[in-house]
T-cell receptor, first 113, second 114 residues
């Protein structure tokens, strides 16, 4: 099946620093999504990307849909303690994967005050 | 407020027992999904349903069963055939399969085998 490789697996940063994480795949995806999960809760959608090359911002978050449709990145600027959590990329492909999300392994973000 | 409710939040099961996890949504969504989450891994799809009385196996369906008798409800049964059931289980829904990008997740059920 389709797979997403997300990196880094974890990050330890100081408050105020910028953060960057990315996802790559050997398969083409039609939609890229970025989620944040707080401990013991379900993921919450941060940003959705629908077109190759698309760059979208949501407050301090910026995400891009790669031109090749096989990758995406998420940047968080000026991190704050409440940014702590697990960030997942997810993609929606076509064909037999229609309508189903494939998730990356997640990036665990820790922000030190 | 509309949303997805999963219950219970925590569940303990003895080996060899079947347990059923509840998932209810009042969003009027047609599509519903069950995912399993293990530490250090992404979410893996167990089963999904496009419409009432229809459901399909996901990537890791072995040892699990579902039913979709009502639009609002999509319970997951973890059977004794599931060799390693301890995990965090997430239910999600979307308007339909074509708009899977509009997923709404529940708060999850943590299942522990004792």
């Amino acid at each position: 099946g389709q797979q997403l490789n997300q990196s880094p697996q974890s990050m330890f940063i100081q408050e105020g620093e910028d953060v960057s994480m990315n996802c790559t795949s050997s398969s083409i995806f039609n939609t890229w999504l970025w989620y944040k999960q707080d401990p013991g809760e379900g993921p919450v959608l941060l940003i959705a990307l629908y077109k190759a090359g698309e760059l979208t911002s949501n407050g301090r978050l910026t995400a891009q849909f790669g031109i090749t449709r096989k990758d995406s990145f998420l940047n968080i600027s000026a991190s704050i303690p409440s940014d702590v959590g697990i960030y997942f990329c997810a993609g929606i492909g076509g064909g037999t994967s229609y309508g189903k999300l494939t998730f990356g392994q997640g990036t665990i973000l820790t922000v030190h005050p | 407020d509309g949303g997805i409710t999963q219950s219970p939040k925590y569940l303990f099961r003895k080996e060899g027992q079947n347990v059923t996890l509840s998932c209810e949504q009042n969003l009027n969504h047609d599509a519903m999904y069950w995912y399993r989450q293990d530490p250090g891994q992404g979410l893996r799809l167990i089963y999904y349903s496009q419409i009432v009385n229809d459901f399909q196996k996901g990537d890791i369906a072995e040892g699990y069963s579902v039913s979709r008798e009502k639009k609002e409800s999509f319970p997951l049964t973890v059977t004794s055939a599931q060799k390693n059931p301890t995990a965090f289980y997430l239910c999600a829904s979307s308007i339909d399969l074509a708009r899977a990008y509009g997923y709404t997740f529940g708060s999850g059920t943590r299942l522990t085998v004792v």
